[in-house]
């Protein structure tokens, strides 16, 4: 499955707007990993997040959308990664 390339600005907004909400949970992740500082973090909270993102990213494909793709397969990677080092 291929993604269709798209060159509107939304489509360009869009694709970096799923960068940065991608990479949203990782100064959690390094707060978590690197500190050892757990204070805060739900993993209640971060199994729903997982979930979620696992959902969206079988939509993006389906949908062929890949800003949402990338999004989604980053928050499932940090979130499976918050899940690890709490439990």
């Known amino acids: 499955m ?3 390339p798209h ?8 694709f970096f707007n799923g960068l940065v909400s991608g990479i949203a949970l990782y100064p959690q992740v390094y707060q978590a990993v690197v500190t ?9 909270t971060y199994g729903i997040v997982l979930l979620n993102s ?8 389906h ?7 990338i999004a989604s397969a980053l928050n499932i990677i940090a ?3 918050l899940l690890i080092v709490i439990y």
């Open 2 to 4: 291929q993604f269709e």
């Open 7 to 14: 060159f509107h600005w939304i489509d360009k907004l869009a």
């Open 36 to 44: 050892s500082n757990f204070e805060g973090v739900s993993g209640l």
């Open 54 to 61: 696992v959902v969206w990213l079988a939509y993006s494909v």
């Open 63 to 69: 949908r062929r959308l890949l800003s949402l793709a």
């Open 79 to 81: 979130a499976f990664t």
